[in-house]
C-alpha cells in the first residue's frame, strides 16, 4: 500500500465545454501523480500535486539514452455515474514486463492500480459524460540521474498524467487503409517490440510518414527478419478474420506488444464460439485471402480505437481489399460488446472493470 499525500491545485482549471470535440492527447487535468525512486531506497515520496512542468538538467539520462517506458488506460463514465477503469492490473503486469527489460525498477502491481484509482477519483468529475468519451490515462517513467555515462540510471521519477479524450470515431466506425511496410522494421527477437518504450514509437515515425503521403492511415509491421510474417500496427495488435476463422499473430517472439484488448478480443470469441488462432500469420496467406475473397474481416485492436476496421491493405504498390471494404459484422459485434462492458452498460461476470 502507497501512502499518497495529496496538495490541491489551487487554480482548478475549467472543465472542457462537453458540446466540442475533445480530441486526443492535447489537455490535461488539474493534478498528477509523482513517485520517485533511488537507488538503496526504492520508491518513494509517492504524491499528488498539481499539474505543472518538471525541472530537470539537460544532462538528464533519459533525454540522452531513452530510458523510458509508458503505459495507455482509460477511465470511462458509466451511466450509474460509477468511474471505470478496465482490467488495469494486465497495464500494471505489462509495465513490469517493460521495466524489467529496461532495467527500469518494478512498480509493484497493486501500487500502480492505487496510483492510478487514487488519482483518477480525485478528477472523476473530469471523466466526460459525452458518448464514446473517456479520461485517458498515461502513467510513465523517466530516468533521471544527470550524468552522461551509458548506464542504467540510479535514480528515477513515476509520472501519471490524465487527458479527456474524446470518441475515436466521432462519425462512426470507420474503415481505413493500412500500409504494409516492406523496409523499415519495428521490431526483432530479442529486441524490446514487446515492451511500451519510448524508443519504440521513435523509430516508427518514418514508416508512418510514408503511410501517411500514401494515403493510409496506419503502418501494419512485418516481422524483422524475413518481412515475411505479420507482426501490428502502430499502437494496434491486428486481427484476420480468414474463412470464418479469426486469426492474429502469437507473442511467443517478444516482437509484439500484449494488447489488453487483444486478450480481450480472444477472450470474448472464444466465449462466442468463434475459432480464435494464436499463430505466424504469412504476408502471402493475406495477399491470397484477399483474392479469394476469403480474408472477409481484418481489423486493429486497441485502447484508443478499441476495434479499427481495415478496409484495404497497400502491399508493393498493389490494394488488398478486405472483404466488401466496409464494416464487417464481426469487427461491429467486438466494438459494441467490449464498449458495453467498458462504458458499465453491460453485465461484467469476467471482473474486467475496476470502480474507483
Ligand atoms: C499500446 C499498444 C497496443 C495495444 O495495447 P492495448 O493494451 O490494447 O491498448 C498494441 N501495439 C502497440 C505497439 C502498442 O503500443
Known sequence: MLNISTTMN???AAK?????????????????????????????DARIVPFANLSLSPATMVFHYAQAMFEGMKAYRAPDGRTLLFRPHMNARRMKDTCGRLCIPEIPEDDFVQAVSELVRLEKDWVPEREGCSLYIRPFVIATDSVLGVAASKTYLFCIILSPSGSYYAGGLNPVSIWIEEGYVRAVRGGIGFTKAGGNYACSLAAQERAHAAGCAQVLWLDGVERR??????AMNIFFLLDGR???????????????TRDSVLQLCREWGIPAEERRISIDELVDGS????????????TAAVISPVGEMRYQGQSLRVGDG??????????RGLTDIQFGRAPDPRGWTLAV
Request: glycine share 16%; with cysteine.
Open 229 to 234: 510474417y505479420i507482426e501490428e500496427v502502430g
Open 16 to 44: 472542457p465545454d462537453p458540446q466540442k470535440e475533445l480530441g486526443f492527447g492535447r489537455s490535461f487535468t488539474d493534478h498528477m501523480f509523482l513517485m520517485d525512486y533511488t537507488r538503496g531506497r526504492g520508491w518513494h
Open 291 to 302: 483474392k479469394s475473397g476469403k480474408l472477409t474481416e481484418a481489423f486493429g485492436a486497441g
Open 246 to 260: 479469426l486469426a492474429t499473430p502469437s507473442l511467443d517472439c517478444g516482437s509484439i506488444l500484449a494488447g489488453v
Open 10 to 12: 489551487p487554480n482548478p
Open 326 to 335: 466496409g464494416i464487417g459484422p464481426l469487427s461491429q459485434r467486438l466494438f
